[in-house]
């Protein structure tokens, strides 16, 4: 309750601070991070070329900023999967490395480093389970049918068979399992119910999300927005949104607002604040290798940074990309 009073003064601030806020058309990228509007509408338009599933929105007429174009007022890109809730992304110490560890600083720990070969070696167990299964289960045919023949030739009658076919027993094509299958698992349906249900309570249903990125023009950096929907397609309310939020920025760097272009309930948004001197630290770094960071790129590398705060929303397609 407190929070979201301290939010809402913040909020009414910083919409009297933005009003007030000239419109930024010398850049300042290099000195201090933060981008001008046409600047944006560039990094926009490279985003786009690069990443189709980003296009650009016009949103609301009566929400037009005149210091944008009007058919360019915001980026968005729709039905981005999130398959599982932040808390199911458990520390283990083995998927961790130092990054950059000659950096003074001491570098930065990569929490996932490692994450694709622990996936790769659950696969290869369950693919060895599967086989195994496979195996026992074909060993266990080969005895039904070997005691079947064995049955079969203590019978002095000749078998009958239609009758075989009525109950099921007799298949044109031995090497088709169909029938045989059907017959276990109707034999057993108690079994294949629990099994169903315990199926369906181990998967974990895929949510969807809509991201905007607009130009925030009191802190003149991009500002993404979140909109999320559960696998029904139904909107997910505030405290199911962070859920897919990292515990260490829901409610403070992650916090409900209006959308400056959208009519509608407020949406969660990524806060600005500190965009530009992150932004301002990665040119640096990039000019310390000797290379040259240029403005166009900002909102790429900016999707790349924010992925923090949201890491199960899998928005960014540019893992490849270099600069």
């Not at 929105?57 to 210091?67: H, L, P, R, T």
């Not at 049955?151 to 045989?180: C, I, K, Q, S, Y």
Request: glycine letters at 4%.
């Amino acid at each position: 309750m407190v929070d979201d009073m301290v939010n809402s003064f913040k909020r009414s601030a910083l919409g009297i601070g933005e009003f007030f806020t000239p419109v930024l058309k010398q850049s300042k990228f290099r000195e201090t991070g933060v981008i001008t509007p046409l600047e944006f509408v560039a990094a926009g338009d490279f985003l786009v070329h690069h990443c189709p599933t980003w296009q650009w929105s016009s949103g609301e007429e009566s929400k037009i900023k005149n210091y944008l174009p009007r058919d360019k007022q915001f980026l968005i890109t729709k039905n981005v999967p999130c398959y599982k809730r932040c808390k199911h992304m458990e520390h283990r110490d083995n998927l961790e490395k130092i990054v950059d560890e000659q950096n003074g600083d001491g570098g930065w720990v990569d929490t996932h480093h490692y994450a694709d070969s622990t996936q790769t070696e659950s696969r290869e167990y369950v693919a060895d389970m599967q086989n195994s299964t496979a195996t026992n289960t074909a060993m266990s045919s080969n005895k039904h049918i070997e005691k079947q023949e064995d049955d079969d030739d203590d019978d002095d009658d000749a078998a009958d068979m239609e009758e075989f076919e009525r109950e099921g027993l007799f298949d044109n094509d031995p090497l088709e399992a169909p029938t045989t299958t059907k017959s276990i698992i109707s034999t057993h349906p108690s079994t294949t119910t629990a099994q169903d249900d315990s199926l369906v309570q181990n998967t974990l249903q895929t949510r969807t999300y809509d991201l905007n990125i607009t130009y925030d023009k009191y802190y003149q950096t991009p500002r993404l927005w979140l909109n999320g929907y559960d696998e029904y397609h139904k909107p997910l309310n505030v405290e199911q949104m962070y859920e897919d939020i990292s515990q260490d920025h829901a409610k403070k760097t992650v916090t409900m607002e209006q959308h400056p272009n959208l009519p509608g309930p407020p949406m969660a948004s990524i806060h600005p604040c500190r965009h530009a001197d992150v932004m301002k630290k990665l040119i640096q770094m990039v000019a310390e290798s000797g290379n040259e960071l240029e403005v166009h790129m900002y909102i790429m590398i900016f999707l790349k940074f924010v992925q923090a705060v949201i890491p199960t929303v899998e928005y960014d397609y540019t893992r490849q990309f270099t600069f």
